[in-house]
């Protein structure tokens, strides 16, 4: 029993970054109608980043992981740029070709720069293990959980409450509508990139202390992600979450209760049920993609 | 006997071979004419896929790896001889295409994409992991070289002949099957999969059937590798060499026969070719198919046909 709950703790820690990953495939579904083979890309460089800058130039933390999120996301804005907007026929099949063809650029370039070593950083702050009902959790879990939580809150905020946030819902539901309202959806598209990439680095700072850090860490990271936005209804904020929380702690209790070789395999056997026999996630009742 | 001009390739493609097999000293050389014929294959196969009916794969490498480590398994556990092996990885790979391609080519698009991402995942991980039959990670060993009767294809130039007939087979075939019946219910598909059922064209029995035997041009390349290189490992069948397979499709055109002869010479060399690639082979990986795609979205042969036909009617 004891074991179980650290199983789901520890998968708990794992399902928040899922989910902030999913969280970033949603957004850009919504808007765009893409998904971006490139997501987990943007992990790595956030964790690599925040490699570069905290552990390797000690750049004080809080600045450092500003930096590092605002450095990605100028990267997500190049990516939308040159590479999604220049494109003159939007086939799925050329879009899907063009980001895994960017996620193996990124990676290929992370290695140039990075090399092939593995990085590790220590936890954010030193505080000891909080003990919940047994199961121990880490004080970089707790930072994880909260800044997961936090920041996909501030995300339904934002879409609710603020006009940019409107907008770029209105966009999602209808561009031409968007666009014959005064809403300039070429920008909101681009937001939406901005955005994703963010929501990437964000994850890839967050779990750079809990992982081994190198170029390669990415497109796992974010196939998981994507199996997680699945999970909960691609394009819906609550049900990234749930699917993220959801598949890390599935994995968990996979590897704990049978053996560390499976753990990969289960969210792509998640993923292919989800496609087979219920496209729309766990949480739609009906095949609805929207917020 | 008068012979069509669209015909004459069928002379000049085998003379082309034949010659090179007698000219071609340097072993290294027809080892890398061998690896292209074995990508030839693999972008035949997933060429009908993505270029004809337009259903994307990620996970090609999947097929390639069954039918290697199928053939692995019965001639090195079962001592079976590799001729018997061929038709089981053959059939086992179309029996894995059948199962998963029923519920797979159901979805288009994106999900497509990563259903059959997933997929190939999924095979790669049962490669890495069940390591009583395949090795695990370290790798298979000890796959014998082919005989056929006193003509042993361990050397070099023997192996060479073995892929390119093979190769020759499968781009005849490939060509016959393009410009049948089918093969337009097929690029129909390509078009408008709506459009191509109104017409009376079942295309869910006709995507599986392509997805099928696309899967067997994979496995048949996997045969020839594994017994060509005697050593398998997963990381021969991984994400990146589904992606690779894609390139070479991409790059060579898409719904275009020889435009994978094309794209996988051009691959195959092009590493061979960069002595320092190894390091950059991801980035000019990743450079190359977008800037492919967005520039020429029919791939290089296609795209510089349409650019050649344009300038042509644009003096006239």
């Known amino acids: 029993m004891q074991e179980i709950l650290q199983y789901v703790v520890s998968g708990l820690t794992i399902g928040a970054i899922y989910a902030v990953i999913a969280v970033g495939f949603s957004m850009l579904f919504n808007s765009t109608e893409l998904i971006n083979f490139a997501q987990g890309e943007f992990v790595m460089l956030g964790a690599m980043g925040l490699v570069t800058l905290w552990g390797v130039f000690h750049i004080p933390l809080v600045l450092a992981l500003l930096l590092t999120v605002a450095g990605v996301s100028v990267i997500g804005f190049l990516f939308e740029r040159l590479a999604i907007r220049t494109v003159r026929n939007p086939h799925p099949i050329v879009l899907i070709i063009i980001t895994v063809g960017a996620s193996i650029f990124f990676r290929g370039l992370s290695m140039l720069i990075w090399g092939k070593d593995a ?4 936890p954010f702050t030193d505080t000891p293990p909080l003990d919940v009902f047994g199961a121990k959790l880490l004080s970089q879990s707790i930072w994880i959980l909260c800044i997961s939580l936090v920041l996909v809150a501030g995300l339904y905020f934002f879409y609710k409450k603020t006009l940019t946030g409107k907008a770029m819902q209105a966009c999602a539901i209808n561009k031409k509508a968007a666009c014959l309202t005064g809403i300039p959806a070429e920008r909101m598209v681009l937001l939406a990139f901005i955005l994703s990439a963010a929501m990437g680095a964000v994850a890839g700072v967050i779990i750079s202390p809990i992982t081994m850090c190198s170029y390669d860490m990415g497109t796992m990271l974010g196939l998981k992600g994507f199996c997680a936005a699945m999970l909960g209804g691609l394009g819906s904020l609550w049900g990234s979450l749930i699917g993220g929380f959801l598949l ?3 994995e968990s209790l996979g590897v704990g209760l049978f053996t560390s070789g499976v753990k990969d395999a289960i969210a792509f056997i998640i993923l292919l049920l989800i496609l087979y026999f219920r496209p729309g996630g766990i949480i739609s009742a009906k095949s609805v993609r929207r917020f | 006997m008068a012979i069509a001009p669209h015909r004459i390739i069928y002379l000049i493609f085998p003379s082309i071979i034949i010659l090179a097999g007698l000219f071609v000293q340097n072993s290294y050389y027809l080892q ?4 292209i014929g074995i990508n030839t294959l693999l972008a035949l196969g997933l060429n009908l896929l993505m270029g004809y009916a337009g259903q994307i794969s990620l996970g090609h490498a999947a097929f390639y790896g069954i039918g290697a480590y199928t053939t692995a398994v019965l001639t090195v556990h079962y001592g079976l001889s590799p001729w018997a092996a061929l038709p089981c990885a053959l059939a086992v790979s179309a029996l894995v295409a059948l199962i998963v391609g029923f519920p797979t080519l159901k979805l288009t698009g994106y999900y497509l994409g990563m259903g059959t991402l997933g997929f190939g995942m999924i095979v790669h991980i049962v490669f890495r992991e069940w390591s009583d039959l395949t090795g695990g990670a370290s790798g298979f060993i000890g796959i014998p070289p082919l005989d056929l009767g006193p003509i042993s294809f361990s050397s070099g130039r023997n192996y060479f002949y073995l892929v ?18 089918v093969g337009r219910a097929l690029r129909s598909i390509h078009d ?18 392509v997805f099928v035997l696309s899967a067997v041009f994979s ?3 996997g045969f020839l590798y594994a017994h060509f290189v005697m050593f398998i490992s997963p990381g021969s069948f991984d994400f990146l060499v589904s992606i690779r397979i894609v390139t070479m499709v991409v790059i060579g055109g898409m719904a275009s026969i020889w435009g994978a002869l094309f794209g996988a010479t051009l691959l195959t060399l092009l590493p061979e070719w960069l002595h320092a690639f190894s390091e950059f082979e991801m980035v000019v990986y990743g450079l190359i198919l977008m800037v492919v795609m967005i520039l020429l979205p029919q791939g290089l042969t296609r795209g510089v046909l349409d650019i050649y036909e344009k300038s042509k009617t644009r003096n006239r």
């Open chain 1, 119 to 122: 990085y590790s950083l220590p």
């Open chain 1, 248 to 250: 890390g702690v599935l």
């Open chain 2, 32 to 35: 890398v004419l061998t690896f």
């Open chain 2, 164 to 181: 390119w007939a093979i190769v020759m087979m499968c781009l005849v075939v490939s060509n016959r099957l393009i410009n049948s019946r």
């Open chain 2, 192 to 209: 408008s999969e709506i459009a191509a059922g109104a017409m009376g064209i079942n295309t869910m029995s006709l995507k599986i059937r």
């Open chain 2, 219 to 221: 496995a048949l390349a």
